[in-house]
């Protein structure tokens, strides 16, 4: 409407109709009030979403290894615990995702829709998520055992080809936290002159919530100080090995963490996660963790498989960098027929003078044919599908925890999510 035709109704309007005089009332923004909306949690997400997939496939796994572990119960006094379940789908949905912070995940609870179906309404902090996440090595690592299970059922994993690849990923720990013997004993002095002189302010100085934070801290940095002490042996027992003359030395913030040659040629502190995979099913079937070389990674990953699901796999594909005269011996006596390249040197396997072990002579015939070269084309594919989805898992191309056990446990999460995506993908014939 223009200004004039507004002007002219206004003159048409009788002045008794138009009462000009008082206080204006007007209904104005109010954000700070709270609004109890209706939410239909079913109506979020449609069929066949990736989140009602999940829920799905946890609904089918055997969870009493998480709920043997908790303390409320019928008859006691106390609150209800969260159902596993919906923590286990939490935590595949955010690792599929690419979500490794509790945090994040706490946030996307009350923002997001696939989380808050997951949640169901029940209330989750981001403590809870993160004492979940890695307080249940055990249980997790049946979880996966269970999934490949399945996958053997419904034939997707034959083990008729298996193969093993490391990916050394970066740890959280700076290669300045590395220190000598003589460093890290005076670490060790201050760190205790530390903890003692915060459990003095605790007493009555400092209000008794930061006293306690603060004297947890010098605890935690005296036992990482303590913990890299006691790893010196062994780095130095490996340094000999290998006929490295550096002087060893150990983390302070990570003492598990070592120094690894990583992929673009430089050194940093890192983790070396192993997976297996079976090579039809592009599912894993193994996960370990080292802080070392792959040199000696072949037989437990072996005795793993076959402890997961019962049998040994017909062949195995693997790198160079696996390939060693005890390696291949080992896996010849377990029945396995072993795919790996042969390095070029006189250190190589059966290149060298004197007595050469029959499984060694044989692996080296047996690579220089091109049916086995034609086998061998299978492995990148399958490990490097593998390596590039648990890049996806991982804050800042770093593992967002630190130690062996835990580090081994973001993995089990890791794997556990990979195969859930690979049933997803077979939907629905490995949904019913």
Known sequence: MSDELFDDVVRRVPASAVDLDGEVRLETANRTQVELTPTDLEALLPPGHAARLVWRFVEGLDLSAFTATIRSREGRAGRPAIDPKILVALWLYATIDGVGSAREVDRLCYTHDAYRWLRGGVSVNYHTLSDFRMGHHGALDQLLTQSITVLLDKQVVTLNRITQDGTKIRASAGVRSFRRGERLRSCQQMARQQVARTRAEGDGVLPARRAAAQSRAAEERLARVEEAL????????????????????????DPDARVMKMMDGGYRPAYNVQFAADVAGQAIVGVDVTNGSERGALLPMLAQVEIRTGRQPGSLLVAGDYVSAAGICGVAARGVTLYAPIPKGANAPGSGAGTTDPAVTAWRARMDTPEAKQIYRARAGTAERINGDTHRHRAGGSIPVRGLTKVHTWALWAALAFNVMRVMEMVPHLMT
């Open 230 to 253: 006691a790893q010196l042996p062994e780095i130095e027992a490996a340094k000999r090995r290998n006929r490295v003359r550096s002087a060893p030395k150990a983390s302070t913030t």
